[in-house]
């Protein structure tokens, strides 16, 4: 049998989280954070917003469009993985300083 699964879609976030994603963007490419919404559904993400409703999830990746996700030829781009790593450091940096 085929078993479907919700969908997941993040609410916005805090402004404080955006705050702080907006203060590591500019210090890193001197603009803005900008969500992008693109992908599949993960069902995961929809179990745990329904086990954790205040919960707030940042969902992130850096996989661009020749990326190949999921496929035999998989790419990543170190360097974007590293920008994204230390953007998610300085965020929660940030938030940890209130």
Do not use: C
Request: glycine share 10%; hydrophobic share 40%.
């Amino acid at each position: 049998p085929v078993v479907g699964a919700d969908g997941f879609r993040a609410p916005p976030l805090h402004p404080s989280i955006d705050s702080a994603l907006n203060r590591a963007a500019q210090h890193l490419y001197g603009e803005n954070w900008m969500p992008l919404f693109e992908g599949g559904t993960i069902p995961f993400l929809s179990m745990m917003q329904n086990r954790f409703p205040d919960a707030a999830f940042l969902v992130t990746g850096s996989m661009g469009p020749d990326g190949n996700a999921h496929g035999p030829d998989e790419k990543l781009h170190v360097p974007a993985s590293e920008n994204l790593t230390l953007a998610i450091s300085l965020a929660l940096n940030a938030l940890s300083k209130g």
